[in-house]
Each structure stands twice: as C-alpha cells, then as structure tokens.
C-alpha cells in the first residue's frame, strides 16, 4: 500500500531548511531542525504514555510553539489528532473526547481547568504541556515523559488512506460530528495551496493568527507554510492592533483570515503608526464583503485572495488564484486536482449536475473529499453522492469559471469565520424552564459577519440579559446568542416548521 504521513511536512522541512527559523512564537525563534527534534522527542513521550498506532490524541492548545510540536509528534507516533476547539464548555469538550474515542488528552496549562473536568466526564488521561502549572495535584507532563526516553528516530510510516486528523463539526441536527480527514488528504490540501493556488516562497513570513485548531489555520496556515518552508509567526489572541504590530516588527509577507481580522486590520490601521506591507493576502471562513475587500486593497496595497472550504474538503476547495485573475465577490476557481459544480439542490438522492449560471448546490469531488463522518454511516452517505460532496451551499458558476456563493441551502450561522449551528444552540435553550419554544437565527454583523439570535416563546417574565447569561454557562463562546426577542408565537409552516426565513426577515433587520 502507498505510504504518506502527515508527519512529513514538518520532516522534510527538516531536512531541506534545518537552520531556517520555521517558528516564531514570542522571543522564541526555532528552527526547522530544532522543531522537528522536539516533535519526535515529544512522540517518544505519547509512545511511553501507550499511544501508538491506531491511538487517537486530542489537543487542546492554543497558538503557541507547543501545538506543532505536539501535533507533529502525535502524528509522528503514529496516532490521529482530534483538535479541541478552546471556546467549547466542559460537557461540549468530553462530548468530542468519547464520540472520538480519544486515548489522550494534551492541554496546554493555561488550559488545565476545564481539560481536567472535560476528561474527567469523558473517563480519559489528560497530561499538560507549556509552563509548568502550580500545584502538586495536577496533570504529569509530556515534557517529563519526553525527556526520560530518546527521540524517535523518524515518524511512523502510516499508509495514506489512513486517517490524521478527525475536525469535529456539527450536522444539521446540531449534533457534532467528526470529519475524517485521511493524511493523503491533507498531504494534498497543503501542497495545493502553497504550490499551486497561491505564489509562495521560501523566505515568505506568514502570520499564524487564526486559530490552529481550525482547519483553516491548521491545514492552509501550519501545513501550507512547513510544506514550503516559509516561517510562521504565531499570535495567540488576534485584535487589530496586536496583528499589524507583530506583522511590522517581523516582516509578515502572507496573512490568512476570516472577514473578521481584516475588518479589525482596517480599524486598527487608522491609528497605527506604521502599516505592514504583505505580498498576499487570503481570506476564507465566510463571504467577505466587497466594500470591506477595496478598502483593505487601497489602505495596505495589497489584493486579497478569496477562497472557500470546508472541514469535510479539507479545507480548501476554490480560491482566487493568480493564474485565473481575480474577481470580487466570488470564490474563484477549485484548486488543482479538484472538481466543483452546480448541482440541482432539491435532488437528493443522486448528482444531477447543472448548466453554466444556474443556481443550485456546490459540489466538491476530488482528492481533498474527507472519508466520511466518524461512526455516521448515514450521514456520511447524505453527504457524499456519486463521488460528490454535497457542501449544502447555494451558489453559481459562471462561464469563466469563477463560483459565487448565492446562500446557504442550510441554516448554518458563521460567525466571526466559525461555524454554529442553530439546533444545537435551541437543544440547549429550549432546557431553560421559561423558555416555551424557540428558533435560532444569523442576523447581519458588522464585524463577525452574523451574529447569533434567539426567538423566544416564553410563559414567564424572562428577560434577554437572564437568558444570555444562562446560554454562556452552557455554550462555547461563539455559540451563544448575544441578541434575544421575544414574541408571542413563531411563524409556522403547513408541515408546522418554524418558518425561519420570515423571521430573518421581520426579526433579523431589528
């Protein structure tokens, strides 16, 4: 069988650029050749721990040098990697860690509280990484393992239809579901977007500030820069200031984000004393706004490269790419290797594929399609027809080629570049003792995009400040609602569904 690690990309970058600088965190500089000894001396540590083959590690840590050197090392050692999203609640986090059956949890020390409840619910070892916390009680070390044993050598070899990393997202249930992405997949998804969606190069700086638990971060950030040995340089918490700061001071050349960051760049550029000049700029996670878009090109004179992805594609799927030109407000074209067409949206049962302008449903086939959702046969074969994905977005694609999306064919909120699914935050609502019936809309932000608000039904007096403060004890950071109304009943339909457009409609422009 073909054998590919993901492991790879940080090993040949070791050995192609070993005294090149491929991290900057902080003060800290670390080379290719030093991150990768630190990689394999933190896999010896997991194998000393009992991880191995066919072991799944979970990693909760945020942007900082610690999360290669575990990623690389749980991959190196031969294990899946479950990345833990840092907003998520305790219950949300054990949640993931028995759905993935996940043998161990890495958590960084800043993050020891609610990884030690999570894992505890979850019935799983939890150890720590980073400074070392204060206490007697608390997690052993990875370093402590890592340094009582040698390196190993090189990487498990793994085949490439193995699975590397599992993203957790969530279903149109609300429900969250772990995507499978194989190593081949993401061996891929990294190459194309380095190689050839975008002109990089080896002294290239890349900003690292989207979240590296995030595909997008983790895959088209991480991955793409080790692929060709650029340096990444790391922010732990993202604002406007921070970023274009880090971004002088250290000659960034590419910044990836979300509409978000380039919203809060552009704020922050009308009081900074000097702006950076980066060569190319990419922006995924949600449509960025045209207006936003010139703005950016005339306040730091550089063109931004739209593109489009999922988790279940690994991420990447179409992008404005140089080769094909640039156009606002589109997607531009699939990457290399990749298929993506307009098929009819209502036909669910096969691919009934389109002509050119048509609006219906985008569909992906090619080498970035995930293996399907972890012990969800069902929903795999929902998601993936004749070879297709179906994304569950509405869009066009015009005889140039170029993909615009229209809407969502779904009720997914993006937020801020993160997905939220509504259901899952009605599940949690519709347990308050005052709430009678609720639906969970996106309503226009200007900064995140959309943000998240309830409809509520309620037979008490109940106010919107009770109910958000109840929501955050309860839901991740980006997940509860920030905007409450209440009404006296919600627009039903003749199957007796919550009409949701209407109350996007009469509820969304208050």
Not at 122 to 151: F, I, K, M, Q
Not at 281 to 300: Q, R
Not at 367 to 396: K, M
């Amino acid at each position: 069988m073909t054998q590919l690690s993901l492991a790879t990309v940080l090993a040949e970058g070791a050995r192609r650029y070993p005294g090149k600088v491929a991290v900057i965190d902080g003060p800290q500089r670390i080379t290719y050749h030093d991150l990768w000894e630190q990689a394999r001396s933190c896999a010896a540590g997991l194998q000393q721990l009992g991880v191995g083959p066919g072991s799944t590690v979970a990693v909760l840590i945020p942007n900082v040098a610690d999360f290669p050197r575990v990623y690389y090392a749980a991959l190196a050692a031969g294990a899946r990697v479950v990345p833990v999203h840092l907003l998520l609640t305790a219950e949300e986090m054990a949640y993931i860690l028995r759905d993935s059956g996940t043998d161990l949890l890495v958590a960084h020390s800043s993050q020891l509280e609610t990884a030690v409840t999570a894992a505890h619910k979850a019935g799983v070892e939890v150890v720590s990484v980073g400074p070392r916390p204060d206490g007697n009680d608390t997690p052993r070390r990875l370093e402590d393992a890592a340094a009582a044993v040698e390196p190993l050598r090189s990487y498990v070899s793994r085949e490439a239809e193995d699975i590397a990393v599992v993203f957790y997202t969530s279903g149109t249930t609300g429900e969250p579901k772990g995507a499978l992405l194989t190593h081949l997949n993401l061996v891929m998804n990294a190459t194309v977007n380095v190689f050839d969606a975008n002109e990089v190069h080896v002294d290239d700086v890349v900003l690292g500030c989207l979240p590296l638990f995030h595909t997008f971060g983790q895959t088209v950030g991480m991955n793409g820069t080790f692929r060709f040995g650029g340096t990444l340089v790391l922010l732990a918490r993202f604002t406007g200031e921070a970023a274009i700061e880090l971004m002088v001071r250290e000659n960034v050349t590419v910044f990836h984000g979300v509409p978000t960051m380039y919203i809060g760049l552009l704020e922050a550029a009308a009081k900074a004393e000097k702006l950076p000049a980066p060569r190319l700029c990419v922006s995924g996670g949600a449509s960025l706004p045209v207006a936003v878009l010139e703005k950016f090109t005339e306040t730091f004179h550089a063109t931004i490269y739209e593109g489009y992805g999922l988790s279940e594609t690994s991420p990447t799927a179409t992008t404005n790419q140089p080769a094909f030109g640039t156009r606002a407000g589109t997607i531009g074209h699939p990457v290399w290797g990749v298929e993506v067409e307009i098929a009819r949206a209502e036909v669910e049962e096969r691919i009934e594929l389109l002509p050119t302008g048509t609006l219906g449903e985008i569909v992906i086939r090619g080498h970035n399609v995930f293996a399907g959702y972890l012990n969800r046969p069902e929903a795999t074969g929902q998601a993936v027809v004749d070879g297709w994905f179906r994304s569950g977005d509405l869009g066009t694609k015009d005889a140039d080629g170029f993909i615009t999306i229209v809407d969502r064919k779904k009720d997914l909120i993006i937020r801020g570049g993160f997905n939220v699914y509504p259901r899952e935050i009605e599940e949690v609502l519709a347990r308050h003792p005052g709430v009678v019936q609720v639906a969970v809309i996106g309503v226009p932000h200007d900064v995140h995009g959309e943000e998240i608000c309830a409809v509520v039904v309620t037979d008490q007096e109940l106010t919107a400040d009770e109910l958000v403060e109840w929501s955050k004890e309860r839901l991740g950071k980006h997940k509860y609602p920030r905007r409450v109304r209440f009404v006296d009943q919600l627009p039903m339909g003749p199957s007796f569904k919550v009409l949701k457009r209407e109350l996007r409609r009469t509820v969304g422009g208050q």
